[in-house]
Structures are given as C-alpha cells and as structure tokens.
C-alpha cells in the first residue's frame, strides 16, 4: 500500500472517532436541553434553547451523512498525486479533497459539522447564562425581589 494511501486510510479513521464522538455528545445534550426546554418559562431562555436544539441536530444530521461517506470514501482512496494550491505553495490534496457521491467535498461536511456544533455549544452557553442569572436581559426580574 502507498504511503499516503495509508496515511490517508488513517485520516479518514480519525475522522470516524470525531464523528462518533459528536453523534454521542450531542445526543446527550439534546436529550438535556429537551428536559430543560419542558420548564422554562422566559421568552429569551426558549429561544436560546430551541437553537442549541437545532444546532445539535444538525450537527448529528450532517455526521450521519458523513459517517455514510467515509465507506465510500475508503473504496476510492489512491495515491496522492494531485495537490491543492494554496498562497504560497501547493500541498497534497489529503482526505478533504474528496467528493460525497460527486457532489459535496468532504472539506464543506466537516465544516457543516463543527460549526454547528459550536454553535450549538454557543447557545447552550447562552442558554445556562440566562437561566443562572438573576435578571433577564432587558433588566426584567420575575420576582419583586429579582428571583424567579
């Protein structure tokens, strides 16, 4: 086997253990904010909420999609001959140079995957911000005393 046919084969491994590992978190934090979202009550908190959840499915929905390219993916590996131009050079093409079905480069996926993620993390961090603290945004307090 090639060398870069190996270090390639081994790319797309890692690649596979990320995606896993986002599937299983994000499932669990999915599962969280769907109990969360069951008692809130502020307009501000549901939304932040409801974007982590979306943002979480998404993530999970674009790793599947990904999960299912990395067979494909490993059926076409071949030497990498082919590079990439970049600014100041040029380097090998790797595992993102590769298209799902001739349609979308692996490289647009993954990117898909760990935005969402993050952004989903970004809400759900806005989401704890809002439900820890005393006042709402906008200096509304639920109770005369700032409570909820």
Same mark, same amino acid.
Request: glycine share 10%; proline share 4%.
């Given at each position: 086997?090639?060398?870069?046919?190996?270090?390639?084969? @081994?790319?797309?491994?890692l690649?596979?253990?990320?995606?896993?590992?986002l599937?299983?978190? #994000?499932?669990?934090l999915?599962?969280?904010?769907?109990?969360?979202?069951?008692?809130?009550?502020? $307009?501000? @908190?549901v $939304?932040?909420?409801?974007?982590?959840?979306?943002?979480h &499915?998404?993530?999970?929905?674009v790793?599947?999609?990904?999960?299912?390219?990395? =067979?494909?993916?490993?059926?076409?590996? @071949? *030497?990498?001959? $082919? #590079?990439?131009?970049?600014?100041?050079?040029? @380097?090998?093409?790797?595992?993102?140079?590769?298209?799902?079905?001739?349609?979308? =480069?692996?490289w647009?996926l993954?990117? &898909?995957?760990?935005?969402?993620?993050f952004?989903?993390?970004?809400a &759900?961090?806005?989401?704890?911000?809002?439900?820890i603290?005393? #006042?709402r *945004?906008?200096?509304? $307090?639920?109770g005369a005393?700032?409570?909820?």
């Open positions: 086997m090639d060398q870069s046919v190996a270090l390639q084969l @081994e790319a797309l491994k690649l596979q253990q990320w995606t896993v590992w599937i299983t978190i #994000s499932a669990g999915l599962g969280l904010m769907g109990f969360a979202l069951k008692s809130l009550r502020g $307009r501000f @908190e $939304r932040a909420a409801r974007i982590a959840i979306l943002c &499915m998404l993530t999970v929905a790793a599947v999609v990904l999960f299912g390219a990395i =067979p494909d993916l490993v059926q076409r590996l @071949e *030497p990498d001959t $082919r #590079s990439v131009s970049l600014l100041f050079g040029s @380097e090998p093409r790797g595992i993102y140079g590769y298209d799902y079905l001739g349609l979308v =480069p692996l647009i993954v990117l &898909m995957q760990r935005v969402a993620f952004c989903g993390l970004l &759900m961090a806005v989401f704890a911000w809002v439900s603290s005393p #006042s *945004p906008g200096g509304v $307090r639920d005393d700032g409570t909820r």
